[in-house]
């Protein structure tokens, strides 16, 4: 492990630094679970809010200070959170839990249709239109 490496909450295994909407973060490239440092959840756009509700410690451990994580909430999506360092990890599924929440993404844009729907889908969809006379490739 590097001076940064950072061993995954969920998982143990070495964590590796990513960018996410525009945030440098560490993720797990065996169960995908990500680490946000203090204030990173925000910047990334994915709450503006820190952990509430915490209920307790988690049987997880921080990355960053190795103290006991806290089991809280964040827009409805339970996450653990280090009380010490401010740090938040959310599991695999949990961002884009955060991400989904009134219909935005991670960088505050609405989702199109082509967005939402399955590339195969969204393919065909253009091709009709192609076919009825429109002009948008």
């Known amino acids: 492990m590097n001076d940064r490496s950072r061993a995954c909450p969920g998982c143990g295994h070495e964590m590796r630094v990513e960018i996410l909407s525009h945030v440098e973060v560490d993720r797990c490239p065996r169960c995908y679970g990500i680490w946000f440092d203090v204030g990173e959840v925000a910047k990334a756009a994915l709450c503006e809010v820190p952990p509430v509700g915490l209920r307790g410690p988690s049987t997880r451990t921080c990355p960053v200070c190795k103290q006991a994580l806290t089991v809280g909430r964040m827009d409805q999506v339970e996450v653990d959170h280090c009380e010490t360092c401010k740090g938040t990890y959310l599991d695999a599924g949990e ?21 939402t729907m399955e590339p195969q889908a969204s393919q065909e969809l253009r091709l009709w239109a192609l076919f009825m006379g429109g002009t948008n490739a």
Do not use: C, F, M, Q
Not at 95 to 115: C, F, N, Q
């Open 95 to 115: 961002i884009e839990r955060l991400r989904a929440r009134d219909g935005v993404d991670s960088v505050g844009k609405p989702p199109t249709l082509d967005d």
